[in-house]
């Protein structure tokens, strides 16, 4: 189960429309979160500088450094009654936490591309507050994602 913080005003918004809805990542209301890690992805960016000629790196730099392209968020918690999480997204307490299967959501667990292909840029994971591990995903992105794509394209 995963549960969905919120006040009793929005609750009734997704019991009578029977949605979630997303919101940028920016408006949300800790957008320190997206700026952390657009500040992890250049650092990662700039010790690869060898990896990446300057087609690439003007690519990386509107995708990523320009602060442009967040991605359109619901947040959920594995926690059905954390403190932080009543105080900061039910309402100081007076809301509720709705619990749901993810399962029933039909979207797969892993982190999506910024992509228009709808299967590759929807899915749900946990966030990640390690720095380390943090810094390992980015790397594996962008090894995995970027320089396997380019170097199957110079194949093609």
């Known amino acids: 189960m ?16 029977k949605e979630l809805y997303l919101f940028n990542a920016i408006s949300m209301n800790d957008s ?16 690869r500088n060898n990896d990446f000629n300057d087609e ?16 359109y968020i ?9 403190l932080s999480q009543w105080r ?3 309402d100081d307490g007076k809301g509720v936490a709705i619990g749901f299967n993810e399962e029933c959501f039909g979207v797969k667990k892993w982190i999506p591309s910024n992509t228009a292909v709808l299967n590759d840029s929807m899915g749900y994971f ?10 390992k995903l980015i790397n594996y992105a962008l090894v995995n994602h970027f320089l396997l794509r380019k170097r199957t394209m110079h194949m093609n």
């Open 56 to 71: 690439d790196i003007k690519y990386l730099d509107r995708s990523f450094s320009s602060n442009r392209l967040y991605p």
């Open 32 to 47: 320190y979160e997206t700026n952390w890690i657009i500040h992890l992805i250049n650092e990662e960016l700039s010790k």
């Open 2 to 17: 995963i549960y969905h913080y919120c006040s009793l005003n929005n609750l009734l918004k997704i019991i009578t429309s």
């Open 74 to 82: 619901s947040c959920f918690s594995l926690d059905s009654d954390s």
């Open 126 to 135: 946990d966030c990640i507050y390690d720095e380390i591990e943090q810094r």
């Open 88 to 90: 900061a997204y039910a």
